[in-house]
Each structure stands twice: as C-alpha cells, then as structure tokens.
C-alpha cells in the first residue's frame, strides 16, 4: 500500500500536466486548471496498472480532493 | 454461443488506403489550444492523422484498396461470390454502400452486397461472417471492406481509412478460431445520438456553437464517454483474448503477432502490459494513423508487417473492440498472402 505522498507523487506523473502544481491531500481537483477527462483517464489506469485495483468515471466524479482520490485505494 | 472455429477459409490477402492529406494534431491545431493538445498527443499517442478531403468517402478508399488488392490476387472478378462493407460511414443513409460497390468494382450482378453496422470492433465479426459463409461452402470467394472516414480535424483520435480483405475455399487452409461479444447496455458509452428514429434531425441539432477551442460543435456530433470506454476496454479485452487463447489451447509464445484496435496510447499500453505482451509482438500505428475505427487492424497489418505478410507463414491474433459495445477477437494464421504496401488517394 503506497502512502499519500507516494500516491501524489505517482498520480502527479500519471496525468501529466504541462504546468508544474503544487499538490497536497487537501488539493481540491476542480482547482487543478488541468484536471479534465484525460487526467481522469490517467487516474483510471493508474489504479489499475499500479494498484491493481478498478475504479470507474463515476467513482472519480465523486472525489472533491486529491484525498478523495486516495481513499478510493481503500 | 461466442466462441467458435472455421475451416476451409484461407486469408489470401489485405490491401489499405489511406488519403493523401496528414493533419498534424499539434501543429495544425488552433494556437491557443497546442499547449493543451501537446499533452493529449503525448498521451493518447496520436501525432498525425489521415483525413479525406470534403470529395473524398471512405468508398473512395475501399475502391482503390479492393481495385489493387484484386489486380494483385490475379483473381477474376467475375467468381466473387459476396462484397460486404464493415462500417458506419455510408455514401447514403440507404441504399446500402456494399450494393453500390458491386457495380462500381463491376462485380457480377450475381455478388452478394450488404453492409454491416459495426465500428472499431467490426473486423474479426466481418472475417467471421464471410469465413462463416465460405466455410459452409456457400461460396467461394469473398471481399471485405472494412473501414470508416470517422475523422475530423477538431477531435483529435479518428482517422480515415478504407481496406479490403480477400478470403477464399481451401480445403487445406489453417482453422480459423473466433471470440465475439456484445453487450448493448453501454450503447450510450459512444453515439451519434441524433439522426435516428429515436432523435430525428430537427432544427435545434443543426445550431453550432463555438467550443474553449474555438471548433464549431452542433448536437449532431458523436459522443464519447471517455473513461466509460476506457474501462470497458481494459477490463474486457485482456480477459477475452487470454480466454480465445485457452480454449483453443494455445500459449501466447505461439502468437507471432498481436494486433489490437488502435484506439489511444492509454487504452493499449493498459491491455498491452495487463496481457504481459513484449512491444515487439504488439505493432502499432497509433502515433501516424490514429484511431482509424473498424480499419485500424488492417492499417497495422499492412503499415507495419505487410513484407512480413508476404512471406511464409504468421499466426496472428487480431483483437477489435468499441462501439457497441463490442468486442471480438480471432486467431488467424496467413500463408504468403498478397499484401501491397499501403495506398494513399
């Protein structure tokens, strides 16, 4: 199981922004001016390929923070 | 039942065409928008893309495909037994394109003509529904077109392309092995929502509106659910192709090549490594072609090994999945086939 900061760090370079952010926990991913379909594309297969774990578009839309993001590797 | 083997069919060859004109989805793309498309490119894998021009059809691209790959095969027009289209890009909403086609490859009146309305996952279906015919020994000889003119330069994944496949009798030919699958309660997943008897055409569809881009979009427009596709995917595919390969009984080792649908660099890489497939054995066109829909096997089959085609023998495991939802996978093995490099129009 990968710690928050592992996470951040792995989910930073899975959605691969064209401008450097500043993310922690609190992070809201509305905020994030790149956040969009294809980050969230990213995210999918990041569960799945690193942690091995399936998560869906709505499960995503439901997440507010970077955290919330996390805590769906539950 | 999905899964089934044909004998008696022998892949004698594929031809491709592709038009002329390259559109670059950087470079050509709005200024105010590359910074964002260098990301997608980056991502989704897709550089430069092939799109017909207004004139052009993806019929247009079929004739060049079928004309070459038939003065290639030496076969005599006259003894082709079926011409279906796989695809979802018509010369009209009816009559069907395949009926169009039989007079204008000048086929005998005697052909049998109909299109089937399938997309990115529409070439094994159309192997198998010719293979089918010929393996009942209904005819001898068929040709498949497959392929779709699906691009346009706003949305950054399709790509045209128009292809033709010759299948024949041969009682010696190699079986053919078969998983196909459908599963319409993701319909909505990827849609031309409107234009149907559902949701005619009315005037509110036809107003455009100019999207953060700046590209006219109007309600005639295909959606796409992004991640619904994504998941069905990479959750579908690797499990069906390692499932073909079970029940036939055969070891990846034995696939000389497997060809996906080329749908997007995330989508790939994800069955690609979830199926623990080594780069070499995987070709892709992604990266030139895009996304050609129903056309995307055969734009890798003759982009990328067309030399290799030619020459002895192959087994190649040939996996389609998209609109639909639907998905299919065959295990073919081709013996020297007639395989001319790739045309453009």
């Known amino acids: ?36 379909s294809l980050a969230a594309l990213a995210t999918i297969v990041l569960f799945d390929t690193e942690y091995g774990k399936v998560i869906v578009g709505p499960d995503i839309a439901k997440c507010v923070t970077v955290g919330d993001l996390y805590a769906l590797l539950g | 039942m999905s899964r089934c083997t044909l004998r008696n069919v022998r892949f004698a060859g594929m031809a491709t065409c592709v038009p002329k004109r390259v559109f670059h989805n950087v470079n050509d793309a709005p200024p105010k928008i590359r910074s964002e498309r260098e990301r997608l490119a980056r991502n989704i ?10 004139w052009q059809t993806f019929s247009d691209l079929a004739f060049e495909a079928a004309e070459k790959l038939l003065a290639e095969l030496q076969w005599n027009k006259a003894d082709i037994d079926a011409l279906i289209i796989v695809g979802q890009s018509p010369d009209y909403l009816i009559p069907a394109t395949a009926i169009i086609m039989q007079d204008r490859l ?18 094994p279906f159309g192997l198998h529904l010719m293979g089918s015919m010929i393996a009942a020994g209904a005819i001898k000889k068929g040709l498949l077109l497959v392929g779709d003119r699906a691009g346009e330069e706003k949305d950054p994944l399709f790509s045209d392309a128009g ?11 190699p079986p053919m092995h078969f998983d196909l699958n459908s599963d319409g309660s993701g319909h909505k997943a990827i849609m031309l929502p409107v234009g149907g008897h559902r949701e005619p055409v009315d005037v509110h569809h036809l107003i455009p509106h100019r999207d953060e881009g700046g590209y006219l979009r109007c309600g005639m427009d ?19 192709v390692e499932g073909l390969l079970d029940h036939v009984g055969m070891s990846k080792d034995e696939i000389d090549y497997f060809v996906f649908h080329q749908a997007n660099k995330m989508i790939n890489d994800t069955i690609r490594k979830k199926l623990r497939l080594p780069e070499e054995k995987v070709p892709s066109t992604l ?34 999945f998209g609109i639909g939802l639907s998905w299919g996978t ?5 013996d020297s086939g007639v395989f001319p490099a790739l045309i453009e129009a």
């Open chain 2, 222 to 240: 295909l959606v796409l659910d992004g991640p619904a596709v994504l998941s069905f995917s990479t959750q579908r595919v690797p499990p069906a």
């Open chain 2, 330 to 334: 065959a295990i073919v093995d081709i």
């Open chain 2, 163 to 173: 292809t033709a496949t010759a299948l024949e009798f041969d009682a010696s030919a």
């Open chain 1, 1 to 36: 199981m990968v710690n928050i900061e592992q996470f951040i760090e792995q989910f930073l370079a899975a959605v691969d922004f064209q401008d450097p952010v500043e993310v922690n926990p609190d992070t809201k991913l509305a905020d994030l001016p790149e956040w969009d």
């Open chain 2, 287 to 320: 990266r030139d072609f895009g996304n050609t829909s129903g056309a995307s096997l055969p734009v890798t089959m003759t982009a990328r090994l067309h030399d290799k085609l030619a020459q002895g023998r192959h087994r190649l495991l040939l996996c389609g």
């Open chain 2, 45 to 54: 894998g897709i550089y430069t893309r092939r799109l017909c021009p207004e």
């Open chain 2, 106 to 123: 000048q086929l005998p009146q005697t052909t049998i003509a109909y299109d089937v309305n399938l997309g990115c996952s529409g070439y």
